[in-house]
């Protein structure tokens, strides 16, 4: 069914404040959510809230916390976000660089024992808006088989990067795994099979069943390429926030553990700016002049899809697994509305 937007997000605030988070804290955490939602990254979105609220109600999410900043050299911080919510830790530590980096040009933050910090691009997008460059690196559990392997040894350990243009942020957001666990959690939601080559079970063995690859592991994008990159993040991550590596880290994919992941955001003030922002952005519409392979798909940028869904879930809703929302209102106490957005809109 097809939900509005703002709706979603009234319910996940709703529920967050019932789990204890103050006002502030909630709307962010639902924003960032509902942010994947409208992008089309239902993966994550709303279905890791349950996860969550659980998680809060365990006692292994606090959902106060601010985290304990580090700023004792001044262009490195710090941060023990004492379990934290993501979005919360991660924006308190990015306002904290750019204060840094208005006085020194780049500035880094590292950041430990925070909780799932959903779609990146909400960050380095969020970045960018404000003129400055933003490269976001975090780690999972061990979701991701190296290249030749079978066994999962890595985290699918995205990347994202926002570059400020003088029209929409170029924004970059992927994972170093085909595609990320919480998109096989996705599937196997909506009893969906996936493609085949993304997973193997358990036993090492191709398998295009969600429920089955939910318990195997992921193949790095690209083979050995994506294989690299993913492991190199995970060094530099582990590095600079001194996290656990994928086969000790727990917490963002479970109800039962401490998060012990690690994440990384580098913030830059462009020198030259308008110049150089102007350049990016005639180069950027140069690409999307160029000549298409397929005359009806145009030559696109990172960003311009995600921005188009996000335009289209604020004109006609979000289409929303009805379990899941049945689920999310149930636990509201609220009953199910009779007139979802557009019901009828195919998806």
Known sequence: MRIEASE???VATALLLNAGAPLAHARLQAENLIYAELTGHPSHGLQRLPRLLDRIAKGLADPRSRG????????????DGQQGLGPVIALVAIEALLDRVAQYGIAYAAISNSNHLGMMAFYVDTVARAGKICIALSTSEALVHPFGG??????TNPVAIGIPTTEE??????????????????????????????????????????ERAKHGSIAPFGDAKGYGLGLAFELLVAS??????????HGT??????????????IIDPPH????????????????RSPPADPRRPVSVPGDGARQRRQVALEHGVDINDTLWTALRERLGKPIPHSPVNQELSS
């Open 68 to 79: 304990i900043l580090d700023l004792s050299r001044p262009t490195e911080l710090h941060v």
């Open 8 to 10: 979603l997000e009234e």
């Open 273 to 288: 700016a308008g110049l150089q922002t102007q350049r990016i952005t005639d180069y950027l519409a140069a690409l999307r």
């Open 240 to 249: 600079l926030a001194g996290s656990a590596f994928a086969p000790q880290v």
């Open 169 to 210: 942020p170029f924004v970059l957001d992927l994972a170093t795994s085909v595609v990320s666990m919480g998109k096989v959690h996705d599937h196997a939601l909506r009893d969906v099979a996936l493609q085949s080559g993304w997973a193997l079970d358990a036993d090492g063995e191709p398998t295009i069943d969600p």
């Open 150 to 155: 079978t066994r999962a040894m890595l985290g």
């Open 253 to 266: 994919l479970d109800a039962r553990y401490a998060a012990n992941k690690g994440d990384v955001f580098v």
